[in-house]
């Protein structure tokens, strides 16, 4: 069993950047591939990025590509998301999940953090 935790979220100014950090428990953390997911109001929830357990492959949504970064620290047990050049389209709360495998889809995942809210203003 895996439990997560986020942190960092908060209100930033369009072009703005934030640094997201999920801090996880459990023994088998290293062995899990780690997402970030966001969940706008009346919006389903969408996949923004994901990594590897080894931190070697990376996967993003396109709306992110090129803005934000995630990396994981296993030693540490921390799976980041710095977001740069924030747009007002950003805002959501942003969730990090544990899953099997690198892929887009919130069902592939089997643990889920409670969520930080992400507001950026125009």
């Known amino acids: 069993q895996v439990q997560l935790v986020e942190s960092g979220g908060g209100l930033v100014q369009a072009g703005g950047s934030l640094r997201l950090s999920c801090a996880a428990s459990?023994?088998?953390?290293?062995?899990?591939?780690l997402g970030w997911f966001r969940q706008a109001p009346g919006k389903e929830r969408e996949f923004v990025s994901a990594?590897?357990?080894?931190?070697?492959?990376?996967y993003y949504a396109d709306s992110v590509k090129g803005r934000f970064t995630i990396s994981r620290d296993n030693a540490k047990r921390l799976v980041y998301l710095q977001m740069n050049s924030l747009k007002p389209e950003d805002t959501a709360v942003y969730y990090c999940?544990?899953?099997?495998?690198?892929?887009?889809?919130?069902?592939?995942?089997?643990?889920w953090g409670q969520g930080t809210q992400v507001t950026v203003s125009s």
């Open positions: 999940a544990a899953g099997e495998v690198v892929a887009p889809s919130p069902i592939r995942y089997d643990y």
């Open positions: 459990g023994r088998t953390f290293s062995s899990y591939a």
């Open positions: 990594i590897s357990w080894s931190g070697a492959f990376t």
